[in-house]
């Protein structure tokens, strides 16, 4: 299963909270 | 919904969320607030373990009762041998104590302890119940 990454917290925030849904944040340093 | 922030792209978002150190994952319920954090790498199954632990953390904070006894007993169902295990069983019997208003289930909690996760600090937070 591929997860499909926001990288816009504010849209993403807007979205859970239109959509009633939770939010996980994976703040990371990992190399790309 | 899953936000990926690092701290090339998004040193702001770091700051705003405090997230001192990486990895660091928080669950957040619809309306921003966080419900878990986790810091530090863990392994697959205690990942997992914890992210579900946080799910479930929304469902009860939103006094969803039954979907958060539900989701904790799944926890415990998926995960038993995990560290996040023992407060799966406390939580799931809070759970099913605020949905059904039934104290008795506590003390049923307090005993499962007697059988499982003896030396977890839930334990020690259900021994109140014990009969």
Sequence with gaps: MTV?????????????KATRK?????????PA | MPV?????????????FDAVWTPTVLVMDSDGVERLRVEGYLPRD?????????????????KR????????AQVLERYPETKVAP??????????YKRTNDHTVLGQVA???????????WAQKASVWAH
């Design chain 2, 87 to 96: 407060e799966a069983v406390y939580w799931r019997g809070v759970s099913h």
């Design chain 1, 4 to 16: 499909q990454w926001n990288k816009d917290a504010d849209a993403a925030l807007a979205e859970a």
């Design chain 2, 46 to 62: 205690e990942f997992r373990a914890h992210l579900e632990m946080g799910l479930a953390r929304v469902a009860f904070m939103h």
């Design chain 2, 111 to 121: 005993d499962e302890f007697k059988q499982k996760y003896q030396d977890s600090v």
């Design chain 1, 22 to 30: 939770p939010l996980l944040i994976d703040f990371s340093a990992a």
């Design chain 2, 4 to 16: 990926e922030a690092h701290i090339k792209e998004h040193p702001a978002y770091f700051h705003r």
């Design chain 2, 65 to 72: 009762w039954a979907d958060a006894e539900r989701m904790f």
